[in-house]
């Protein structure tokens, strides 16, 4: 026991099979095991400047990395494109994006990001035609004229 009210916890984790999911936790907490983890989960807004510009730097110290869930906080339409904008040690087709609304739907990789991409543009052509009859998604479309087709 450390002094005060704080406990030592230990885990232990099988780093070869298991995914390691580390929830909102910042990336740096992570430094020393990082090399070790096989399979990262991680739960982030996405488009969140802290996370964009900065933080998603960091996923580069799981080197040996042979997949990355992600669950995209502020919804799946936010990860289009981020294959393309950010580095991913296990290769772009190894990320996946668990769907924060329903997590039994999983994207894959480029491919994954166009089916997300899809899924947005038809929730909003949807809407536009009747409003009353679906929601509009939690991202927008990447361009106006997406909309407007």
Same mark, same amino acid.
């Given at each position: 026991?450390?002094?005060? $009210?704080?406990?030592?916890r230990y885990i232990?984790?099988? #780093?070869?099979?298991?995914t390691i999911d580390?929830?909102?936790? @910042? ?22 400047? =802290?996370?964009? =510009? &900065?933080e998603v730097k960091? +996923? ?8 990355? /869930?992600?669950?995209?906080? *502020?919804?799946?339409?936010?990860? +289009? ?6 580095? /991913? ?5 190894? +990320? =996946? ?9 999983? @994207?894959? &990789?480029? *491919? &994954?990001?166009?089916?997300?991409? $899809?899924?947005? #543009?038809?929730?909003?052509?949807? =809407?536009?035609? *009747? %409003?009353?009859?679906?929601?509009? %998604? ?5 361009? %106006? ?5």
């Amino acid at each position: 026991m450390l002094s005060g $009210d704080v406990h030592c916890r230990y885990i232990w984790a099988n #780093l070869e099979i298991d995914t390691i999911d580390i929830g909102m936790s @910042f990336f740096e907490r992570y430094e020393k095991v990082a090399k070790s983890i096989r399979y990262l989960k991680f739960s982030r807004e996405m488009q969140a400047e =802290y996370f964009y =510009y &900065g933080e998603v730097k960091d +996923v580069q110290d799981f080197v040996n990395a042979k997949e990355i /869930w992600i669950v995209p906080l *502020d919804g799946l339409g936010c990860c +289009v494109g981020a294959t393309e904008e950010h580095y /991913w040690p296990c290769g772009e087709e190894n +990320v =996946y994006y668990i769907d924060p609304e329903n997590p039994k739907r999983v @994207f894959r &990789g480029p *491919d &994954g990001e166009g089916e997300i991409d $899809d899924l947005c #543009l038809l929730k909003v052509l949807q =809407y536009c035609d *009747d %409003p009353s009859s679906a929601s509009l %998604p939690t991202s927008p479309p990447t361009s %106006p004229s997406e909309v407007s087709q």
